[in-house]
Every structure is written in structure tokens, then in C-alpha cells.
């Protein structure tokens, strides 16, 4: 394969094999590869990539210091990361050492035909960024092994008619087990998540003070926190029961209520204020959030 200076397009389970120097894959459409197989100067190894595959990687005897929010926690177990098609992967240093563990890598064509096919859309953690990786315990490191075994013998063994309800069984197996664990990992690092909330509405309360133009949108909250979209909806859902954009809402009714109660402004102002283009939309919202408008809500304090 030819090398380039940009990032490497991988389309298949064949492109990821010769990309790591590895012999060709014994499925067409998927394979589980241990990351002491892979070739120590393959372009892989070079390059960015972007995979138009899914990739699911568990990294073995991960040692350093790991930072969620403003806190680093030492980790010294196993890590988990997630590729959905066309997504970049990751770009390594220099001189970086492979880690131990290996990667499951199945193409989008492997799933139609399954519920699986529509239903993975539903897994955000496939969106998360890289530095929001799974972090597992010894146990749960060992369940995931289990799996990959499992899969990795079906298609070793004779393809029969069961084979790929069999992997794709596994695969929603793993899948799920990813959610219980990343549920675990919003609940045992509470005290960064509470460091990132308190960051959170900080940001919002500055917005609404600032008056700035426009709503505040999740992407710019994600952004200005340094977490992805979906990991900060999420992270909420755990914690709160809403994801970022019924946050932001339940926030902009908030505020919409201690102005209605406060100030004389008339209820286009305060829709301008706090960043709505159209006053009709901020009485909308309100009216679904309260089931009353903010004139009969304003009256109610009168």
C-alpha cells in the first residue's frame, strides 16, 4: 500500500490487514487482531486513519495517569475505545509501543439483515472522543476477553448457517456489557463528573449573563469543556436523568422564569436576551416545559 502524508482510508477487513502487515483475514467482513501481531512500521502504526469499518480495541496493562476533568487517576488496568465508520482513529508518536490486548474489527455489511445493523447507531460511546475511553477493571477486562474469544472461534471453526447469528449475538453481548460499564465509569469517577457539571453550568451561567447572541448549543458546551457531545449527554443522562439539550432547556426555562419574575421586560426581550432568534420559539418551549405561557406565568407572581 502506498504510503501518503494524510490520513489512510481503510474500506475493508483486507485494507486493515495489509495496512498492519498481518496475513489476510480468514472472514471477509470481520476479525478479532492482537496488537503484538501487527508490524511495527506499518503505516498503521505512521498515520492517521480513518476507517470506514468498526473497530472495537481492548488495550491490556495501560499504565500512567489518566485525566477526567481537572483530575489525573493513576490506571494500571485495561482500556477500551470505540471506532464507528468514518471516523479518524488515532495518530501515533514516534516511537510509540505497542500496547498489549487486540481489536475486533467488523465491516457494516457483516450486520444487514440484523437489528443490529440499525440498533448499534444507538451505542453513543461510538462517538466518544479518544481521551473518553472505557476504563475496566480485572474483571470486567476478563468478560471482555471471553467474548472476543468466543467470536474469534466461530470463525475459526467451519462457517455453517449459525455462524453469523452466533457472532452477531456476541457482538450485542459486548455491546451491552460496554453500556453497563461505561454506566459504571459516570458513576465511579463522581468526583470529576462533579467537577465537570459544576464547570457546565458555569459556562451556562456566564452565556446568560454575557447575553451573548444565539443559544448555547451542545457542540459549543462539549467543546469549551473538552468532552465530546454524546459523552457530555450521557455523563448528564447518569447523573441527572436528561441529556445536554433537556439540560440546556430545563436552564433557559430557569432563567426565563427568574427574569419573568424580576424584571418588567416584555416577553419578546427576554426571548432575545437569553438568545432565541424568534420570540414565538421561547414561548413554544416554555409553554411545552410549564404548560402555561410566560404572560400567565408572569401573572401568577403579580
Do not use: W
Amino acid at each position: 500500500m502506498k504510503k501518503t502524508q494524510g490520513p489512510v482510508i481503510l474500506n475493508s477487513i483486507a485494507d486493515m490487514h495489509r495496512a498492519m502487515q498481518i496475513k489476510e483475514p480468514e472472514h471477509p467482513l470481520i476479525s478479532i487482531v492482537n496488537f503484538s501481531d501487527v508490524g511495527q512500521h506499518s503505516e498503521i502504526m505512521q498515520h492517521g486513519l480513518v476507517l470506514n469499518v468498526y473497530m472495537i480495541a481492548l488495550k491490556k496493562d495501560f499504565k500512567g495517569k489518566v485525566k477526567y476533568g481537572q483530575n489525573f487517576y493513576d490506571f494500571d488496568e485495561g482500556m477500551m475505545s470505540f471506532i464507528a465508520p468514518g471516523q479518524i482513529c488515532y495518530q501515533n508518536e514516534p516511537g510509540y509501543d505497542p500496547l498489549a490486548g487486540s481489536m475486533l474489527i467488523f465491516h457494516p455489511d457483516f450486520l444487514r439483515g440484523y437489528a443490529l445493523d440499525k440498533n448499534i447507531k444507538s451505542f453513543e460511546y461510538f462517538s466518544y472522543a479518544n481521551n473518553e475511553a472505557l476504563y475496566l477493571s480485572k474483571k470486567e477486562e476478563l468478560m471482555i476477553e471471553n467474548i472476543f474469544a468466543s467470536i474469534a472461534q466461530e470463525y475459526h471453526n467451519n462457517i455453517d448457517s449459525f455462524s453469523q447469528d452466533v457472532i452477531i449475538s456476541n457482538i450485542e453481548l459486548l455491546l451491552n456489557y460496554s453500556n453497563r460499564f461505561y454506566n459504571r465509569q459516570f458513576i465511579t469517577r463522581k468526583n470529576a463528573n462533579n467537577d465537570l457539571l459544576t464547570r457546565l453550568e458555569n459556562l451556562l451561567e456566564n452565556h446568560f449573563k454575557s447575553e451573548a447572541s444565539g443559544l448555547p448549543t451542545v457542540k459549543h458546551l462539549a467543546d469549551s469543556l473538552n468532552v465530546s457531545s454524546s459523552y457530555l449527554s450521557d455523563m448528564l443522562r447518569t447523573h441527572t436523568g436528561q441529556n445536554a439539550q433537556q439540560h440546556i432547556h430545563n436552564k433557559l426555562i430557569e432563567k426565563a422564569k427568574e427574569v419573568l419574575t424580576t424584571t418588567p421586560l416584555s416577553v419578546s426581550e427576554i426571548a432575545y436576551r437569553l438568545g432565541f432568534e424568534y420570540p414565538q420559539s421561547f414561548s413554544k418551549l416554555f409553554k411545552t416545559k410549564t404548560n402555561i405561557s410566560p404572560l400567565e406565568y408572569r401573572k401568577l407572581f403579580n
